[in-house]
């Protein structure tokens, strides 16, 4: 039974192929347009193109539909893929912008060291990492520590100038206490003229430093630059924890002029609120003391 019903089944394939093969011989066998079986094809044409239309126009609104839709899911994938863009070329913007930033305090602090002679100092340079919540703004934390040389009482640098102290030291970690802290202590002389004294932090004004105990005799104006003087006191066998000649700020004003208790206010050069990349001054070359004949 399964055999007839191969056969039979190949036999109708195979007149299905021979009729095929004879219409097309007769159709492009034709000398004319006006032969039979074209006659044929254009009658059939007839009769089905009002169909084609009508069905053209009654789905052309959902052609459309679909079509419409595949644009709005198309545009939709372009605008994630522009927005995308736009974060990476954004974040790299920023970091690049950040990195340029970096890069130009490095090369202050490298252009410092020269300038100052400062490679005998070991410093080491890091980053900030946490800044103090108080009001005051007196401390921040730096992600360099013991294990890279960092102690207790090394003076801190920024930019150049002299921003603090470390006051506390774990191994991969420091607080560096700055120089708007009360306890701020600093061996320091007027640049020019080599007026000593001691910074110190005016009372609720952690902004404003007082270069004190000055003599009477000290004339020292506005303008003035400050500098570490490399000594805590004027009893020169004090060493200082500060090398000299580093940078602290500018005189703004003096008061009681020319009498034991006059006062002379600083601003700092170092923007403290702002501290990013800082230097940590790891040796004492010369015990921290002026060199004899060093000038600042």
Known sequence: ?????????????????ASS???LTIYFGESSASGGLHSVQRGVLQAVSPIEDGASRVL??????????????????EVKSLRSE???????????AAAEREN???KTLLDFNEQAGMQGTGPVVARVIGRDPSLWYTQVTINKGTSDGVRQDQPVVADG????RVSDAASGTSVVTLLSDHTTNVGAQVARSGVQGVITVEAGRPNDLVLEYTKASDVVTPGQKVVTSGTLSRV???????PPYIPIGTVTSVDNPGTDSQQVHVKPFANLNRLEIVEVLTKSPNANRPRPGATP
Do not use: E
């Open 161 to 164: 100038v002299l921003v603090g």
């Open 21 to 23: 093969l004879i219409l």
């Open 236 to 242: 020169s066998r004090y060493a200082s924890p500060y």
């Open 86 to 96: 736009r974060d990476q070329l954004r974040a790299q913007a920023v970091a690049g």
């Open 60 to 77: 052309k609104p959902f052609s459309d539909l679909f079509g419409w839709v595949g644009d709005t899911l198309d545009a939709k994938g």
């Open 104 to 106: 130009a305090q490095l």
């Open 1 to 17: 039974m399964y055999d007839k019903t191969v056969r039979r089944r190949r036999a109708v394939l195979g007149l299905l192929v």
